[in-house]
């Protein structure tokens, strides 16, 4: 992380993106699922803020919304300090071309039935990214960026690897200059030997293109080599926000312990306390009282059961929502 602060390029400031349940009973009152709720923190400049959690915790859903895919329930989103929710048309259409994103199924993300050369010239055409006639310069420079040969323009996705389809998606991101891209579980469609080569590539390319990310995945393993700071999130609330080294070496969440405690070690002289959770996420629907994570929590006491916590400060920058975090250790 850079040692001085720097004005964020994205303020969330709680966040709550609740949906409808469909009614079964005419009288039955109206029920929401509560996917993310009262969610807050920034993304400075040039760095990698990764939100990390298990199916369901909201991680995806935060992302939708800071793509304007979906419109927050309450709460605001600040890019550049303007609130995307008051956007122009106009305006709206230049944020489009600021933050992109990179998905989870590079096959999927792809269209089937155009050439890498039509998706990328699509993507400029609706941008206005510079003339016509330097638009193909610009497509054999991000084969370059991306490791791709030349001929890659003229062929379908279907002919490529997952790998280098995901290479694709990244091009097809960078076609427009972004600033900001939004990588929803970007690498966990692919094995791990080719998870790290994408891994190394976003990485020189934030350097050389001072790219900004925001990075969700369900695995701390992978977020550990392309992190600054990482935000972890549990049935749509954050327990806890800390930079890289700090999270790693000291968690202070039990749930942010657990999953610490579930990477494998590759050596069998290193013994690791296993954390067990059991029981199932409860439903975003009807969560818990008090800490939502309480009815897995080992620790967990009546304060727990019946008061939330609060996301605090505990040391610098490193934020907690644990009613005994000073005293739990790893």
Do not use: W
């Not at 298990?54 to 600040?78: M, N, Q, V, W, Y």
């Amino acid at each position: 992380m850079p040692s001085k602060a720097k004005t964020p390029i994205l303020e969330v400031t709680h966040l709550k993106q609740y949906f409808p349940v469909k009614k079964e009973r005419i009288l039955e009152a109206k029920r929401y699922v509560q996917a993310v709720d009262d969610v807050s923190f920034s993304v400075e400049p040039g760095t990698t803020v990764s939100i990390v959690g298990e199916s369901g915790c909201g991680k995806s859903t935060t992302g939708r919304a800071i793509l304007r895919l979906d419109d927050p329930t309450s709460g605001t989103i600040e890019y550049n300090g303007q609130d995307i929710a008051k956007l122009s048309k106009k305006e709206l259409k230049a944020f489009r071309g600021d933050i992109q994103v990179i998905f989870q199924d590079p096959f999927a993300s792809l269209n089937p039935r155009r050439t890498i050369r039509q998706m990328l010239n699509e993507a400029m055409s609706i941008q206005n990214v510079m003339d016509k006639t330097k638009r193909e310069d610009r497509m054999l420079e991000l084969m370059d960026l991306v490791g791709l040969p030349y001929d890659s323009l003229e062929r379908l996705p279907h002919e490529f690897s997952g790998g280098q389809r995901q290479r694709l998606g990244i091009a097809r991101a960078l076609a427009v200059n972004p600033k900001l891209i939004v990588c929803d579980e970007a690498v966990s469609a692919l094995d791990v030997s080719v998870q790290a080569q994408v891994l190394n590539l976003m990485k020189k390319l934030q350097k050389e293109l001072n790219l900004t990310y925001l990075f969700i995945s369900h695995d701390l393993s992978v977020v550990k080599h392309i992190s600054n700071r990482i935000i972890v999130m549990y049935l749509g609330k954050i327990v806890e926000i800390a930079d890289n080294e700090d999270l790693f070496q000291s968690p202070r969440h039990p749930y942010t312990q657990a999953l610490l405690s579930a990477i494998p070690i590759p050596d069998v002289n290193v013994k690791r306390t296993q954390i067990d959770i059991t029981g199932d996420v409860p439903s975003p629907i009807n969560p818990p009282k008090g800490c939502r994570f309480h009815t897995r929590c080992p620790f967990a006491t009546e304060h727990c059961r019946t008061v939330e916590p609060e996301l605090r400060t505990i040391n610098n920058t490193h934020q907690v929502s644990c009613h005994y975090a000073e005293t739990l250790s790893f």
